[in-house]
């Protein structure tokens, strides 16, 4: 007579418990790998909106022109204005740039501004220099959680500043601008950039 062989219900069972226990280590690894995962996503977007403030502050800075412009009001502006706002500052200048892709002779002037407000550093740009009132103009949040934004200009005579244009120096733009971002967290961002000629 031939005998059935299988497993038994003790067999059964410390089976299921092994598979039990690989399983709930396989899960606990995984979920660990998706929390990184998700870190280092909020991390090199953060990195990467960084790198993109500064390639545009420093493209900009470096094209920078000494063409004075009018605003709505129809007063004269100086091409490179900091002025403080607050705690902070707004950085406002004329600057050059690519070309725009169309034909006929077109001027590739814009003036461009950047500021902090509500936590974010926020960088504009006219569509023309000279505006009309009510001039519509782009907004661009480059990064978020800023607290402040300090700068300090650099002059060609040596003097160093807070605000520009100097009082009682010839019209001029800077020659280099060290920008410091305070960041929500308390940590710092310092760039040193110089100003296009």
């Not at 070309?99 to 001027?107: D, E, V």
């Amino acid at each position: 007579m031939t005998r059935m062989r299988g497993f038994t219900l003790l067999e059964m069972l410390v089976a299921i418990a092994i598979f039990a226990v690989v399983g709930a280590i396989a899960y606990t690894g995984l979920d660990r790998a998706m929390a990184i995962r998700g870190q280092l996503k909020v991390v090199r977007a953060r990195w990467q909106a960084r790198s993109l403030a500064y390639y545009r502050l420093a493209e900009d800075l470096s094209q920078a022109r000494g063409r004075p412009v009018r605003d709505g009001a129809g007063t004269l502006v100086p091409a490179f204005v900091v002025r403080r706002m607050g705690r902070g500052v707004r950085l406002n200048f004329t600057t050059g740039g690519t070309p725009p892709f169309r034909s006929g002779p077109a001027s590739n002037l814009r003036r461009v501004d950047y500021t902090v407000m509500h936590g974010r550093l926020i960088w504009r740009r006219w569509a023309v220099l000279d505006r009309a009132p009510g001039e519509h103009r782009a907004q661009e949040v480059l990064m978020r959680g800023v607290r402040r934004l300090r700068v300090r200009l650099l002059a060609s005579s040596g003097l160093s500043a807070r605000t520009w244009p100097l009082a009682g120096q010839p019209a001029a733009d800077p020659r280099a601008v060290k920008m410091t971002l305070t960041l929500k967290n308390g940590r710092h961002i310092r760039w040193l950039l110089p100003v296009g000629r």
